[in-house]
């Protein structure tokens, strides 16, 4: 764990109980993951630890880089090597040392894996009680063997559909999604489902060797050609003469020339289903998906399990329509087998249940653990989700409880529960029920580490490890470890002005009188998900708030309804998004779902914006520098020095990602992979660039004195300074600046981006454009995993955008920026089922008034802070 160079000990400045080797606390000495500076700490076990700081600062660093990192490698090491391949392992953290840490289980915000057959039910654990209740004390219809519990699973060769393989779901490609414009000829590409480029047209030159008419509208062919063209599996293999019209093609035939070569035919939906089953090109995958249309399976009825499970039933339904209840209902149907007050119906085991006193005593424990469970689920806001729904349509947020309900319920003792921001995606009247659920793992004997920004939380704290004083090299200090009353005091942090309102700097409200609309965009009508013909308006030239409990209706209406009819209204195709997995092109063709309704007051929009916090790129070669565009401007400059012109060396030279340029060893990458058995993988600097990624000839060039991967090493703010004479670069870096990045360096990976860094160079790099107004720019809680102080940065940056003539729609939750609004829309009043409705509109202050909205309370108390 050490390493060679040492730096200074900068030690905390610790509550007056502190001390070197503290019975009942962890001691950490020499901590230097990422930006930590040799940090020394004691922090007490059996408590709620906040770790706070400005975005950016170290606070994972040490909470999950050093802790969670150290605790699993000890943890490993009592582990079989063969079993040690099957974990996720964190690199070995840099710190000399750390006594009195327990085991520890993190909770991290991480979207699940894009699959169809990953659930609630799954995540939680509460679908396998589920299948032993119905294999062990289900009606089944007389005559039919006893089924075991993975019968009762979609997800197993016992239980998933023949038909549909457990998805429930069958996927065909028919004429109307492979020709989606019937007006075009064959040679127009009428048959859009073939390939692009050369492959499409070698298709359509065998139909002319075929005889068949590509010049006449595809309407207007026979159906039996029609037909023939897109659902044939014959494979006829002809001579095609490249470039000769259909008469020539036909001459040529009759006195048999010699061909430009011979090709083989394949009929429209074969070649999709065979290249979406076959290839290994996602983006291939992706291309013929679209031309696939998904229907319910016509053998399970989309219930996904085999007609032998489905005959087994339980208070008289089969196991999927269990499964798709709302979690609260499914505790209510619950309760009265767990006292033993309901009996079997009808069936085999309802009829022989008399006899077989011991089904009763199953059914009584089953139900009694599944309401145990679901209880926890209900306490942490989620009784409005079913089992059934799939974890890709669940928030990070909805995700992160699911695994805390289910850690609440194991009853471990002694354990270190590391969190990463569990109020993330909360409405402040969730985040209480998120306080109790830790509460009572603290109860259990437990401690809790929790890296958060959310004030409420930060407030129940026992002891708070406050980091910083800035983000990146200006941060990986401690600036306090204690209780938290003791953070007033350190007038270096700028989490204590935000946290006491009572101080003379504390920091002020950003409330602030509302503008006047411009005008308004009103949907009508509006169905989809749990919005059932809802009306709402929304003022233009202005900043709106969307409100509510967690699953309330508020990303369904902004993200989606209101993404999709802007989108539509504007005549703009849906934005592209890279699939995830293997499944996800499927899921993306099952989730298309229409939304019904009308949108009304499109004058004033001339431009949809989207900034969300999906990472910026998926591969080391994604950055910062090449993301935003500044890096062309560099690249310019480097290309335009005497050297470069002397060696004729282009702007391409200076790309990683160009042969010219890079280092041949690690092809731009900067470093290589080692791979160690039974241990992480490791990766070292390259060899022979040092990490640089260029090659020799390429750093040899300088600008200003510093060779172009110098360049890339540089902070923002570094670069700023660098850059200052260059307007075309220094404007883009201000931009990124100004919304808080200034310590991210210009060549960070875009895999090592949080979500909130990832909007905010989205953000900046929209603010870069000349503003003209009549943009409308849609959020999807922007402030997620910011501090108060970044929160503010970024609100200014938004006020900027309104302020240009444009339209900020956001969902949001942290009450300080919704006060800073123009105008609220809060959904509701529940969530699920109960939500979907307009509970209260209008400027901050009018709604923090409204009767009946559980927002109105916590507005009110932000206004008045």
Request: proline share 6%.
């Given at each position: ?7 200074p ?18 001691r ?7 930006n ?33 990192a ?7 090491e009592?582990?079989?090597?063969y ?145 023939w ?14 470039g000769?019209?259909?008469a ?8 048999k020339?010699t ?8 009929g ?44 087994v ?9 269990l499964s ?38 199953v ?10 469970r ?55 009247a ?11 793992l ?60 009572d ?12 503008r ?8 009508e ?30 990303s ?18 849906a ?48 950055n ?23 060696k004729?060396?282009d ?12 280092c ?17 993988s ?5 060899p022979?660039?040092e ?110 955008l ?19 609004c ?10 699920g ?19 009946g ?13």
């Amino acid at each position: 764990m050490r390493t060679k160079h040492q730096e200074p000990r900068h030690e905390s400045h610790q509550a007056s109980t502190s001390g070197a080797g503290l019975p009942g606390h962890v001691r950490v000495r020499g901590a230097r993951e990422h930006n930590l500076k040799n940090v020394d700490l004691d922090i007490p076990r059996d408590a709620l630890v906040v770790f706070t700081g400005v975005s950016g600062s170290g606070k994972s660093s040490l909470a999950f880089g050093t802790l969670y990192a150290e605790a699993q490698r000890r943890y490993l090491e009592s582990v079989s090597p063969y079993a040690r391949r099957l974990f996720h392992q964190m690199p070995v953290p840099e710190v000399d040392d750390i006594d009195g840490l327990p085991p520890a289980v993190a909770l991290q915000q991480q979207r699940g894996t894009p699959t169809a057959r990953s659930s609630v039910g799954s995540v939680s654990t509460l679908s396998n009680s589920l299948r032993m209740l119905y294999s062990r004390a289900g009606d089944y219809p007389p005559g039919q063997e006893l089924l075991y519990a993975e019968s009762f699973s979609p997800n197993t060769a016992e239980g998933a559909c023949p038909q549909c393989s457990g998805l429930g779901r069958v996927y065909e490609a028919t004429e109307g999604s492979m020709v989606p414009d019937d007006s075009l000829t064959i040679r127009e590409r009428a048959v859009a489902a073939w390939p692009p480029a050369w492959h499409g047209q070698n298709l359509r030159d065998i139909l002319v060797t075929l005889g068949y008419d590509v010049d006449t509208p595809w309407r207007d062919l026979p159906k039996k050609d029609r037909d023939w063209i897109l659902y044939t599996d014959d494979t006829p293999t002809v001579p095609v003469y490249a470039g000769l019209t259909p008469a020539e093609t036909k001459r040529a035939l009759k006195r048999k020339e010699t061909p430009s070569y011979q090709g083989t035919f394949t009929g429209a939906r074969r070649y999709v289903l065979q290249t979406f089953a076959n290839t290994e090109s996602a983006a291939m995958k992706k291309r013929v998906a679209r031309y696939m249309v998904s229907t319910e399976c016509p053998l399970c009825h989309g219930k996904r399990l085999r007609r032998e499970a489905l005959s087994v039933t339980f208070a008289g339904m089969d196991i999927t329509e269990l499964s798709r209840m709302p979690l609260e209902r499914l505790a209510e149907l619950m309760k009265p087998y767990v006292a033993g007050n309901e009996k079997g119906k009808t069936g085999k085991a309802g009829k022989d249940k008399d006899a077989h006193p011991e089904q009763v005593i199953v059914t009584q424990r089953i139900a009694a653990d599944l309401c145990a469970r679901l209880e926890v689920l209900l306490a942490l806001g989620l009784g409005y989700l079913a089992l059934e729904r799939s974890t890709p349509t669940l928030s990070p947020g909805e995700l992160q409880r699911l695994r805390l309900a289910t850690q609440v319920r194991s009853n471990l003792f002694g354990v270190v529960y590391v969190l990463d921001e569990p109020s993330a995606g909360l409405h402040p009247a969730d985040t209480e029920a998120l306080l109790d659920a830790l509460a009572s793992l603290k109860a259990g004997g437990n401690s809790l580490f929790v890296v958060e920004h959310a004030l409420d939380v930060i407030r129940q704290a026992d002891w708070i490890v406050d980091v910083g004083p800035q983000a990146g090299e200006g941060g990986g200090q401690v600036l306090y470890s204690g209780p938290p009353d003791g953070l007033r005091r350190v007038e270096g942090s700028h989490t204590r002005r935000y946290l006491f309102a009572d101080l003379p700097d504390a920091a002020p409200s950003q409330a602030r009188e509302s503008r006047a609309p411009t005008g308004q965009l009103r949907l009508e009508g509006v169905t989809r998900n749990n919005l059932d013909a809802l009306d709402v308006a929304f003022p233009l030239g202005v900043m709106t708030a969307v409100t509510g409990v967690s699953g309330s209706g508020k990303s369904t209406l902004v993200s989606q309804v209101l993404v999709d009819l802007v989108t539509e209204a504007l005549g703009q195709a849906a934005p592209e998004e890279e699939p995830e997995g293997e499944e996800a092109p499927l899921l993306e063709a099952e989730e298309q779902v229409r939304t019904l309704g009308r949108i009304a007051g499109m004058d004033g929009i001339k431009r949809l914006v989207r900034v969300d916090q999906k990472p910026i790129g998926r591969t080391p070669r994604s950055n910062l520098a090449t993301y935003t565009g500044l890096f062309d401007q560099v690249r310019k400059l480097f290309a335009a020095t005497p050297q470069a012109r002397k060696k004729k060396y282009d702007a391409g030279r200076f790309s990683f990602n160009v042969a010219k340029g890079r280092c041949p060893h690690c092809a731009g990458e900067g470093f290589v992979m080692v791979e160690l058995l039974f241990l992480p993988s490791v990766y070292a600097p390259c060899p022979t660039c040092e990490g640089a990624r260029y090659n020799p000839d390429t750093l040899a060039i300088a600008w200003n004195g510093r060779n172009i991967a110098e360049v890339l090493a540089m902070t923002v703010d570094e670069a700023h300074a660098f850059f200052a004479a260059e307007d075309s670069v220094a404007r883009p870096l201000q931009v990124l600046r100004e919304v808080g990045l200034g310590y991210l360096r210009l060549g960070q990976s875009a895999t090592e981006l949080s979500g909130g860094e990832a909007q905010r160079i989205k953000l900046a790099t929209e603010l870069q454009r000349a503003t003209r107004g009549g943009a409308l720019y849609i959020l999807d809680e922007p402030t997620t995993g910011l501090h108060p102080l970044d929160a503010d940065r970024l609100l200014a940056q938004l006020q900027r955008l309104v302020d240009a003539g444009n339209t900020v729609i956001m969902v949001e939750h942290t009450m300080r920026v919704v006060a800073a609004c123009d105008w609220v829309i809060d959904i509701g009043p529940g969530a699920g089922e109960a939500g979907g409705k307009v509970v209260a509109e209008g400027p901050p202050a009018q709604v923090a008034r409204a009767r009946g909205s559980r927002t109105a309370p916590y507005l009110k108390a932000a206004l008045e802070r």
